[in-house]
Nanobody, 125 residues
């Protein structure tokens, strides 16, 4: 599975962006997908995860209500809608794919097998 993230850019505080992550390869719907981010000087952190059929969705507690993860299995794409962005959301955002028999997405990096290259989101104050 190869992942290509896009949609990052410069946005003012309070603005919105939608990130996309296109996956190549077969059986996209069998993978749970996740978004992580890494701010300058900080460790990478979990943002959101979604199961293959979108029946289970997880968010980092601090981001609930502002970020929404979704997927379109027909397009092999996962999305991250980010609203009311804040300067502290500035980071490189990565999408990732993983597989578990249960299909439940994980908040743990090592549970993901494939990673995209990252897309930079910069939020100005």
């Amino acid at each position: 599975v190869q992942l290509q993230a896009s949609g990052g850019g410069l946005v003012q505080s309070g603005g919105s962006l939608r990130l996309s992550c296109a996956a190549s390869g077969r059986a996209f719907s069998t993978y749970f997908m996740g978004w992580f981010r890494q701010a300058p000087g900080k460790e990478r952190e979990f943002v959101a995860g979604i199961s293959g059929g979108a029946g289970t969705i997880l968010y980092a507690d601090s981001l609930k209500g502002r970020f929404t993860i979704s997927r379109d299995n027909a397009k092999n794409t996962v999305y991250l809608q980010m609203n009311n962005l804040k300067p502290e959301d500035t980071a490189v955002y990565y999408c990732a794919a993983g597989y578990r028999r249960s299909g439940v997405p994980s908040q743990i990096e090592r549970h993901y097998d494939y990673w995209g290259q990252g897309t930079l989101v910069t939020v100005s104050s």
